[in-house]
Nanobody, 126 residues
Framework: QVQLVESGGGLVQTGDSLRLSCAAS????????MAWFRQAPGKEREFVAG???????????DYADSAKGRFTISKDNGKNTVYLQMNSLEPEDTAVYSC????????????????WGQGTQVTVSS
């Protein structure tokens, strides 16, 4: 089992930045890929960004079009933590952001993930 705990959400204004963190515990060595998803009120959950987890695996990062150029996903294997740096935030970025982990290869599909955090609220005011 793997446990994921997010932190770093909050209320910011348009143009501000936030950094989300997701700490993994338990059998983190079984993780192959980690990602951030978000879900806004009344909308479906969507993929934001993902990164290969193991340091022995070829590094690969993937971004949704809405995140490219503004968001950066990174990881610290020593701390078992993945980050999402979000810059130039817009009201449309308001959502609950959740990190997720899967044992397999990169995926943008939420139901293929094995573990989920509880989510952290990000609210961007105009």
């Amino acid at each position: 089992q793997v446990q994921l705990v997010e932190s770093g959400g909050g209320l910011v204004q348009t143009g501000d930045s936030l950094r989300l963190s997701c700490a993994a515990s338990g059998r983190a060595s079984t993780i192959g890929y980690m990602a951030w998803f978000r879900q806004a009120p009344g909308k479906e959950r969507e993929f934001v960004a993902g990164v290969t987890w193991s340091s022995s695996t070829t590094y690969y990062a993937d971004y949704a079009d809405s995140a490219k150029g503004r968001f950066t996903i990174s990881k610290d294997n020593g701390k078992n933590t993945v980050y999402l740096q979000m810059n130039s935030l817009e009201p449309e970025d308001t959502a609950v952001y959740s990190c997720a982990a899967r044992r397999g290869s990169p995926s943008r599909i939420g139901y293929t993930y094995d573990y989920w955090g509880q989510g952290t609220q990000v609210t961007v005011s105009s």
